[in-house]
């Protein structure tokens, strides 16, 4: 049986691996890969295991916990973060195919790890038993240290005619890895192309997106409080918690250094004794507690009504992806000023506050995220406007 460690647990272990994480953060921005070593030793720590069912020797822990342990990684380095947050939200999503599918997945190979992109970038022909899927997927996030990918595509019937969204979850024999990660900030999350070429997915390893949105998933275990979270929340979320950690180092960095770093052509021997500094300081770091609240409010609504076996009604999941935007914006938004009040030297290529910079506002950036897209849903479910922009609420 399973011990599942506790969330303060999970997040001392990784606290113990902040200076290899950080040790290695340059060599994964360098080769565009998590380093190995990194990956091993957060592998061993238990830290893949977070969204992964009991049955084969995972926590199943709830969304506090994976925003608490992905943050707590994000404070040594925001790229393996971010394919922390990854695999566990992919390996989650895995959790809600049928056992028989899990079991292809973990029954031989409990370390396996799951990585995926739910954009339907792809051609699919049904035929006997399942589908054949052709496609290219931008952007597989940790695709170098995957054996599953899970990858949207349009489900056909026998007419070619589209019926459904579906994500077929394939194995990394039937997929390439195709080089296009090429960009200014989170490099190490190796998030690469995946290539599938006429390949065979069995009805049992396909999953509806629609279907999933509204609650209905393909388990059989559904006794399982994780397997009952908010579809779209959860995976829109999820992203929160590296933004969380590289966020809360930047401010500490700043923080420290302002006891000895003098404020520039000014007569202040020390950032810390400047009133202009103080105030700065004070504005970023309660940027960063209203990010923390709303992500915390956020992941306590999921987790509360996936343990009541209650849907989220819609109105708390349109705030919920609004939330998600508060947060990344709030971050950088903190992360910004922080790095004005540090000074030009933030951006030293020695200085690691510049990589948390780059990666923050890269991260940023991912479409599920979006504080437009988030606030313009809110808004509309706030004023009962009955229009949908986008499905994933």
């Excluded at 026998?158 to 579906?166: C, F, H, Y």
């Amino acid at each position: 049986m399973t011990i599942t460690p506790t969330s303060a647990e999970l997040v001392a272990r990784v606290r113990e691996l902040h200076p290899l994480l950080a040790a290695n953060a340059a060599q994964g921005e360098a080769e565009r890969r998590v380093a190995d070593e990194s990956i091993k030793a957060l592998d061993e720590a238990g830290v893949f295991r977070l969204a992964q069912p009991e049955r084969y020797g995972g926590f199943q822990t709830p969304m506090r916990t994976l925003l608490d342990v992905s943050s707590a990684v994000g404070e040594a380095d925001g790229g393996t973060a971010w394919v922390v947050s990854i695999c566990n939200v992919s390996a989650w999503m895995a959790g809600l195919f049928p056992q028989r599918a899990q079991d292809e997945v973990w029954a031989d190979d409990p370390r396996a790890k799951v990585t995926g992109v739910l954009a339907p970038t792809a051609e699919a022909t049904k035929v006997d038993g399942g589908y054949r899927v052709t496609g290219k997927w931008f952007f597989n996030s940790g695709s170098w240290h995957s054996d599953w990918a899970l990858l949207g595509f349009p489900v056909t019937d026998d007419a070619g005619q589209v019926v459904d969204q579906g994500l077929a979850l394939m194995p990394k024999s039937d997929y390439t890895v195709e080089e296009t990660w090429f960009v200014a900030g989170m490099k190490s999350t190796g998030s690469n192309c995946v290539v599938v070429t006429d390949r065979f997915v069995p009805a049992h390893r396909v999953l509806s997106v629609p279907a999933a949105v509204k609650g209905e998933f393909g388990t059989e275990h559904t006794g399982e409080a994780l397997y009952r979270s908010a579809f779209a929340p959860f995976l829109t979320l999820v992203v929160a918690g590296p933004h969380l950690g590289m966020g809360r180092k930047v401010l500490e960095i700043v923080r420290e250094k302002a006891a000895t770093k003098a404020v520039s052509h000014t007569s202040y021997s020390t950032q810390a004794s400047s009133v202009g500094f103080q105030l700065k300081l004070a504005e970023a770091a309660m940027s960063l507690d209203t990010a923390h609240l709303h992500a915390y409010r956020a992941a306590d609504d999921i987790d509360s009504a996936a343990a009541r076996g209650e849907r989220l009604d819609f109105l708390t999941r349109a705030r919920i992806r609004a939330d998600i935007g508060w947060v990344v914006e709030h971050v950088t938004k903190a992360v910004d000023i922080l790095l004005y009040s540090h000074g030009a030297g933030s951006f030293a290529e020695a200085n690691v506050l510049q990589r948390f910079w780059r990666d923050s506002a890269v991260g940023a950036r991912h479409a599920g995220s979006s504080p437009v897209v988030g606030y313009e849903v809110y808004g509309k479910a706030l004023l009962g406007v009955d229009e949908l922009i986008t499905p994933l609420i």
